[in-house]
């Protein structure tokens, strides 16, 4: 069935009254089962399980993905599945939203590892205990919970706003659970079938396992680039192109991510890749302030992280400055963050859903305790001062507000921009301390985007008549779920060899780089920087403003982003073009296969996200299984 929804002139002109009493009246769905025990399983299960497949493309790309559709397929083919072998009564459409809920909630907790955390054990060059890890991340991702849910009825309830990845989720859900299932188990057999071949091809990129296996034969190279240096070596500058990361891999996972982004960042990070790679190391090598390692053959080696180190500034400077614009450049996304939020309240007696949102005061009482915790939690595991924790509290309800404003119109959550400006903060405020440049900031930023990411969510449950409670409890499942399987798989398989491994060319962590860059650079000064670093920087810095500035002017028209031209300094040049390659298949097929009833067309362009949903899973759950096995039972 169609979802209901108000038109713009309800939206524009009825009261709040109006919507939630219209919303009572023909969406909420009363009391058809939501939270039950196999719905909070399920989703818990799923839930760990996805929190994995962001943990590894956070490793690769900075980013962390959202699994909402992802997990509301893959839910609905295990219902599906289920009842088919009688095992239980028909699912209804709020278990499989309250399961994708719970994977959702546990998917987005695991951002902190990615990054403030892992700068932090970067700069410190301590592995903290693991416990000390779960119990942070778990904190700050209740009180992000907790920021979001008072939002909601501005945002969603009052002002309808898009939150467009949500809506797709609410749009996906509907359908399969209104007629439309064999659209839908389509999908869920496309999206199965893409991650059962891109587990497949991980495991066969696994040279140690498919040499016990005795199937060396079948190895996939990791490198395409091995027949070629049968018969030349190719060098630019007199350095080896191995060296400067430039050879194509079989990555798919990155090429699925690159699906996602879409051409034109596709597009920018090959660009900037190109910049970075082709001109700009061989000119730092030529300086010397690129530095090698001069290995027992006698052989200077560079690669990945002698690279980066080097030309991660200009980088981050453009991606600071683009992102900063383009956050400011609506200041009406300012204002309207503010605006009628302490609209004079409704009596009690006058709500008609005070017993189906979520009390107030959860959040009056909750948010002053849990913030207490995470204050007092800041203090004794990373040295925070008191004062320094209490302001970033507050903080976090200011960049909520904005981050979920921007996240209600494009789906975009500004975690970066936020970043860099909660680091600008506590470096104005504590500035020789860099431990806690990171950390408050990590408060901050992260909370806050984990408020605006979890509004998505929220979303489709507004949609389609769930209860507010019951979602709020099933984000906390989701939080701990990620927490029991994400945390000790993030220290067996990245801080193995402690924090000096932590950045890898496999693994790149791009955000842990940017965070600890910022933080340096706030705490100790740009003296301690090569020359070459420092114009680096400012002419990044100026590019980014430039490029932005074109696009605003443009209107969207122009190709280029300054975030994905800079994010080139911090990924190696094989993954920027794997997810190029990834962005450009998509955009080739949806202008080839133009004919909606070809089957081009209805497998690969209709179902664009759950391929690339699909082989993000399957690909990302073998590579963190592929990496267990091989440094430990195939190890010994």
């Not at 909601?152 to 399969?176: C, S, T, Y």
């Not at 018969?231 to 690159?258: N, S």
């Not at 995470?374 to 960049?399: D, N, S, T």
């Not at 789906?411 to 504590?430: E, H, Y």
């Amino acid at each position: 069935m169609a979802l209901k929804q108000l038109d713009p002139e309800q939206i524009r002109t009825w009261t709040l009254e109006q919507k939630d009493r219209w919303w009572f009246e023909n969406v909420w769905r009363g009391d058809m089962p939501q939270l039950t025990i196999r719905s909070a399983l399920t989703g818990m299960c799923l839930g760990g399980i996805l929190s994995l497949t962001n943990l590894y493309v956070g490793a690769k790309t900075g980013w962390t993905l959202g699994v909402g559709i992802t997990s509301v397929i893959l839910a609905f083919a295990l219902f599906k599945a289920l009842s088919a072998l009688k095992i239980g009564s028909e699912y209804t459409i709020l278990e499989n939203n309250c399961m994708q809920s719970i994977a959702t909630a546990a998917g987005y907790m695991t951002a902190p590892m990615i990054s403030s955390l892992g700068a932090y054990m970067l700069v410190t060059n301590t592995v903290i205990p693991m416990a000390t890890t779960m119990i942070w991340i778990i904190a700050i991702a209740v009180l992000g919970v907790l920021f979001a849910f008072p939002l909601k009825r501005r945002f969603i309830n009052d002002e309808q706003h898009p939150f467009p990845e949500g809506r797709a989720a609410g749009i996906v859900m509907d359908a399969l659970h209104s007629g439309n299932a064999s659209e839908g188990m389509f999908k869920a057999k496309v999206l199965l079938s893409a991650g059962g071949l891109a587990a497949l091809a991980k495991l066969l990129q696994s040279q140690p396992i498919m040499e016990k296996l005795k199937l060396s034969f079948l190895l996939i190279p990791e490198y395409l680039d091995g027949w070629l240096y049968k018969f030349t070596t190719l060098k630019i500058g007199g350095v080896d192109l191995r060296e400067l990361t430039v050879r194509p891999d079989t990555d798919f996972v990155m090429m699925a991510a690159g699906g996602l982004m879409g051409i034109r960042v596709g597009v920018s990070i090959m660009i900037g890749a190109l910049i970075n790679y082709l001109l700009l190391a061989p000119w730092g090598i030529a300086l010397g302030d690129v530095v090698g390692q001069t290995g027992a053959d006698g052989v200077t080696h560079y690669g990945f992280r002698a690279i980066t180190s080097w030309a991660l500034w200009g980088g981050v400077a453009m991606m600071t400055t683009a992102s900063l614009m383009a956050f400011f450049a609506k200041p009406q996304i300012l204002f309207s963050a503010f605006r009628g939020l302490f609209r004079k309240g409704r009596a009690a007696n006058n709500d008609i859903l005070r017993d189906i949102e979520l009390p107030m005061r959860v959040f009056v009482i909750g948010i002053p305790i849990v913030g207490t915790i995470v204050v007092l939690l800041a203090h004794h595991f990373f040295g925070v001062k008191i004062w320094l924790g209490i302001i970033a509290v507050p903080l976090v309800f200011i960049f909520t507000l904005i981050g979920v404003n921007s996240t209600a119109l494009t789906s975009i959550t500004p975690t970066g921009a936020m970043g860099k400006l909660t680091q600008l903060t506590f470096g104005a405020l504590d500035p020789k301390n860099i431990k806690t440049n990171l950390m408050t900031a990590g408060i901050t930023a992260e909370v806050a985007g984990n408020a605006a990411n979890l509004l998505m969510d929220i979303k489709p449950g507004y949609m389609l008549g769930a209860k507010p409670r019951q979602q709020a409890i099933g984000h906390v499942l989701g939080i701990f779920a990620g927490a029991l399987v994400s945390v000790p798989v993030f220290y067996w398989v990245f801080l193995k060899g402690g924090p000096s491994e932590l950045i890898q060319e496999q693994y790149p962590m791009p955000a842990v780089s940017i965070w600890k860059a910022v933080a340096e650079v706030l705490t100790e000064g740009l003296s301690n920087l090569a020359i070459s670093a420092r114009w680096a920087a400012l002419v990044g810095g100026l590019l980014g403003l430039a490029l932005e500035g074109i696009r605003l002017a443009t209107k969207g028209r122009f190709w280029l982003s300054g975030v994905g031209v800079g994010l080139a300094a911090v990924i190696p040049f094989n993954t920027c073009l794997a997810m190029f390659l990834g962005s450009l298949f998509f955009w080739l097929a949806e202008r080839t296969f133009k004919r909606p009833d070809s089957a081009a067309h209805r497998v690969i362009v209709q179902n664009q996200e759950p391929i690339c949903g699909g082989v993000i899973a399957g690909g990302a759950l073998m590579g963190i299984a592929v990496i267990l096995l091989e440094n430990f039972p195939l190890a010994k």
